[in-house]
């Protein structure tokens, strides 16, 4: 017969055994979700008609190819295309028969993958992890207020020397959707870049519902750099 001491010992094993399986059960369903969520994104762009129509669009017209590299995701909403929000950033380059759109996304680990588009081979839906050297940039800014309008410089170090930098705001005041293109701009040859951005004032108070960041993407290294803002700047001082 097992003392009280030895059954409590014994208790507290076979405990143990059943905390370790429910760890691994659950890391099991937290990497199942993972990939479910990554099926859906895949599916739903997949079987976007409004989508497909436009990309079949571009495949043979290209000014509007051109557009939608330059212009990156915004484009598409602009076409009345609904992205998944989860799709991060939209970028496109030229290749020799044609266009390429990279659509970038991340998994629920971090992991950033992408889902590309090719004007000769169509939709490659088999994501790879992207893997790429990272770049050491940075985005601050200064702003400036004025009766009608807070006035911001945008100063950015670490992108690709004399390379195209795209210019976003994410979760705009005032705006419903998640992200806005405000242009362009390109690095000098030391990969800096400096850029000016006026956001007229809204009819306020502010009801703090969105919290906004400029996003600064090296086009040719698809990376970012993000600076958050207050979004009081988008409405007049009290």
Known sequence: MLSPDEQRRKLERDLRQHAHRVDRINEEIRNLNNELRIHNILLSLGRDTKLLTLLDQLRDDEVLARTSREVGRSFFEQQGVELPPEIQAVTGAPTDHGARIRGVFLDDAGREYEVVWD??????????????NPLDLTLSHTKERTQESTDFTLTGTGFTPNGQVSMNIFMEPGLTVPNRDIGSVSANHLGEISTFHRAWYLHGPDPQTRNPAFIARDVTEDQAAIDEVSSASWYPLL
């Open 119 to 132: 004007s000769q081979r169509g939709f490659d839906v088999h994501p790879e992890v992207r893997t790429k």
